[in-house]
């Protein structure tokens, strides 16, 4: 936007200064003119518009030089608005790429939300209140998890191994018995594969 109104700037003051050059050139014609005409014939009027004359395309030259520099410094201003404008597009080009992914992803995670909840659904349907409501409490302390698989002899929520006397305890529970991590306290999840 800087380099915008940098070069929005420059623009009107090469409108500026090219205006000044046409007044002093239709000024200097004018005079020209009147010269040539021979209206003018008292030698001093005649010496005062030569003289105009004469600084008239001094300042004239004068002037285009400040066209000349208005408009270097306006073709600088354009291209670097050109390099800007360059990069923008590439940058938000990457930012429409990465908004196209995410809102990909989005979807996928929607997706994935809604099959799982309905596979919870029927789940926690067939898990009894109480041990369900017990669940509900460690996972809300436990930073989600609620329960482990007990995976050879380690709680695979706290990864520690339970010791031989924890190990016996839980050998000697009954299969319905809910046993739970004397670390983490989650409901340990006994399976073949337990090292019991
Ligand atoms: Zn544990």
Do not use: H, W
């Not at 046409?22 to 001093?44: C, T």
Request: include cysteine.
């Amino acid at each position: 936007m800087a380099a915008q109104t940098e070069e929005s700037d420059c623009a009107r003051e090469q409108t500026k200064a090219e205006q000044d050059v046409d007044q002093v050139r239709k000024r200097a014609a004018r005079d020209q003119q009147r010269l040539d005409s021979g209206a003018v014939s008292s030698p001093k009027d005649l010496e005062n518009l030569q003289r105009e004359i004469t600084s008239l395309a001094k300042r004239q030259g004068d002037l285009e030089d400040v066209v000349l520099e208005v408009m270097e410094r306006r073709e600088s201003a354009q291209a670097r608005v050109a390099e800007l404008d360059e990069r923008v597009a590439a940058v938000q080009a990457k930012l429409d790429d990465a908004t196209a992914r995410r809102d990909a992803a989005f979807g996928e995670l929607d997706g994935e939300s809604g099959s799982v909840t309905k596979e919870r659904q029927v789940v926690s349907a067939s898990v009894p209140a109480d041990l369900l409501k017990l669940y509900e409490k460690l996972r809300e302390q436990q930073g989600g998890v609620g329960a482990a698989r007990l995976y050879q002899r380690r709680c695979e929520g706290c990864q520690l191994e339970l010791n031989i006397t924890e190990v016996n305890e839980v050998r000697a529970a009954a299969p319905d018995t809910v046993v739970r991590c004397e670390n983490c306290r989650r409901i340990l999840v006994r399976t073949s594969e337990s090292g019991l």
